[in-house]
């Protein structure tokens, strides 16, 4: 079975500085997918980046970009010019690339505190 | 626009009732999910559907139901309220793509 976990349960970042959260996950498959939520206080799931398995280049968007390293099951999110509003839960999560079988896997959340 | 969306945004019931959670999307998806949140476990899949008429047991199961009589809606029941199902219950849909999810549901039973 996939297993996803986040090592960092809390964070704290300065506004403007970056910010990295860790994520390892442990599975048999070889093409796979990887995504980072959001889950602001709203209690929205807000998906953030998704990265494929079979790409090797790491995944951007916008301020946020991964740093897939596949051979380690490593899968960090990197938050540059973090602002206010990046304040939230974050979860990775996990899901196999087989067809039908688009079942996530998720760590257990990484809180970030965005300060002034 | 189309949306997922859950019924209702807050529950109180108590030990022993019978529950049902509604969860309602027009993206037309085949795929759907109900996830349960937890603090310290994160998202856990309790049941899922790839169909009408198709339904799966996730890793957290015991003292749910689910059935799919339609695409668009995937009701959860408690058949017997416990405190340990005090939870976020989140419900999801997929076009084997991105998983779009819902507002949440908070259930709390006393």
């Known amino acids: 079975a996939q297993t996803v976990t986040q090592s960092q349960p809390e964070m704290s970042v300065q506004e403007a500085e970056t910010v990295t959260l860790s994520c390892t996950y442990d599975?048999?498959?070889?093409?796979?997918?990887l995504f980072w939520y959001k889950q602001p206080p709203s209690r929205q799931m807000i998906l953030v980046i998704r990265q494929e398995a079979y790409k090797q280049q790491n995944a951007t968007e916008n301020r946020f970009s991964v740093n897939f390293q596949k051979a380690a099951k490593s899968f960090s999110l990197k938050i540059s010019d973090s602002q206010l509003g990046d304040a939230a839960m974050y979860f990775c999560?996990?899901?196999?690339?087989?067809?039908?079988?688009?079942?996530?896997?998720f760590g257990t959340g990484t809180r970030l505190q965005v300060t002034l | 626009d189309a949306e997922i969306t859950q019924s209702p945004r807050h529950k109180i019931t108590e030990t022993g009732r019978q529950v049902t959670l509604a969860c309602h999307q027009t993206?037309?998806?085949?795929?759907m999910f109900w996830y349960r949140q937890d603090l310290g476990h994160g998202l856990r899949l309790i049941h899922y559907?790839?169909?009408?008429?198709?339904?799966n047991k996730g890793e957290v199961s015991d003292g749910y139901s689910v059935s799919r009589s339609n695409t668009e809606d995937l009701p959860l029941t408690l058949e017997s309220a416990a405190s340990s199902q005090t939870s976020v219950y989140f419900c999801?849909?997929?076009?084997?793509?991105?998983?779009?999810f819902g507002p949440g549901t908070r259930l709390t039973v006393t």
């Open positions: 999801a849909s997929s076009d084997n793509d991105e998983q779009y």
């Open positions: 993206w037309n998806h085949n795929n």
């Open positions: 559907s790839y169909g009408v008429h198709d339904t």
């Open positions: 599975t048999s498959e070889s093409d796979y997918y």
């Open positions: 999560a996990y899901r196999p690339y087989t067809g039908t079988a688009s079942k996530l896997t």
